[in-house]
């Protein structure tokens, strides 16, 4: 980890890659968030850490909702290596993603999809 000026650890990639998950969080009537409502795109984008890989998301116009739910996991050189160019930097469907992913999903530490 990385401490930025403000003291705060940073989550840094090694290879400079992430994967990002988009989903819509589910709001009850009490206004509380519950579980995640619907997958809305998964993106791989390259960045230094968290902090510029949501940045990059917007500047790029790939982050389909402001308000969205947002999980990252590091990509390993080795995987990143494994994923086309053609599905880099550009918003993924659920069915593109694991179409993409397959068993990749072991290498990222991606937790099982709850049902």
Known sequence: ??????????????????YMSFAVPNV??????????G???????????VVEAISR???LGLNP???ASISFVAVPSEVIDTIP???RLRLLTKVEVEGVTGDILDLLWLPPNPT
Do not use: C
Not at 3 to 15: C, F, I, N, T
Not at 28 to 37: I, K, P, R, Y
Not at 39 to 49: M, V, W
């Open 65 to 67: 909702w402001y308000r």
């Open 85 to 87: 160019e053609r599905d």
């Open 1 to 18: 980890m990385k401490v930025d000026a403000k003291g705060r650890e940073e989550q840094l990639s090694p290879s400079g890659w992430w």
């Open 28 to 37: 009850n009537e009490g206004g509380t968030a519950a579980v995640g409502q």
């Open 39 to 49: 997958f809305l795109g998964g993106l791989y984008i390259d960045a230094p850490n």
């Open 57 to 59: 998301s917007h500047t």
